[in-house]
């Protein structure tokens, strides 16, 4: 298809995601979406629980050089940018003095003897979570139907469909609704968002967001 019609087409599904619950989106070339081999490593340290154990999360992906050369393949992204919560987090987490600690109080947070500021919060992460995927979901389903059938999109963050993933071994249990974890691929999101003119700092003080990739052609 032209040029033109794809332009026209990113809109119309910018235009889709914004009123399904994106506060902000970009269409952009595919070779402005930032790889790098570190962001990956990142998974490892420290060492992420997803690591292993999520379905959606390296070692159970693509390589990074794997994902390079798929990439290579697209011709346009967008890039979406999706408000998570309304709040900050609460000091269950930012009273933690490391990164361990906060860790840990968010992946404890299911246990009823926890703090309930933190158990909500985190339950509001997921849920959110759950509409970014629905989302892309929606937009594939429109890219397929149009004649995009490559379409293809990722998250950002583990999953967190499941309160425990299936695992290694194990079929997915929300097969067309989990998407990979862009940063297990490589992809740099805050220095892509940054590109784009979108902030993208990450910080317990500030209300989350996060952050999703469509591929296009």
Known sequence: MSQKHLRAFLEHLSQTALKTGASSVAHLPADQIVVDERVRF???????????????????????KEFKRILSGYQSALLLKIESHPESAPAGIIEKDNLA????TGDQAS???KDQGVNNYIQGLRNSQRRVYQMLGRLESIC???GYPLAAGLAGGGCHLCSECAGPGSACLHPFEARPAAEGLGVDVIATAKKQGFEAAFSNNQPPCWFAILLVD
Not at 42 to 64: A, W
Not at 101 to 104: M, P
């Open 42 to 64: 990142k998974c490892l340290v420290p060492r992420c629980s997803n690591y292993g154990t999520n379905l959606m999360c390296p070692p159970n992906i693509f390589t990074v």
């Open 101 to 104: 600690e906060a860790w840990k």
């Open 111 to 113: 246990d009823q003897d």
């Open 144 to 146: 397929l139907n149009n």
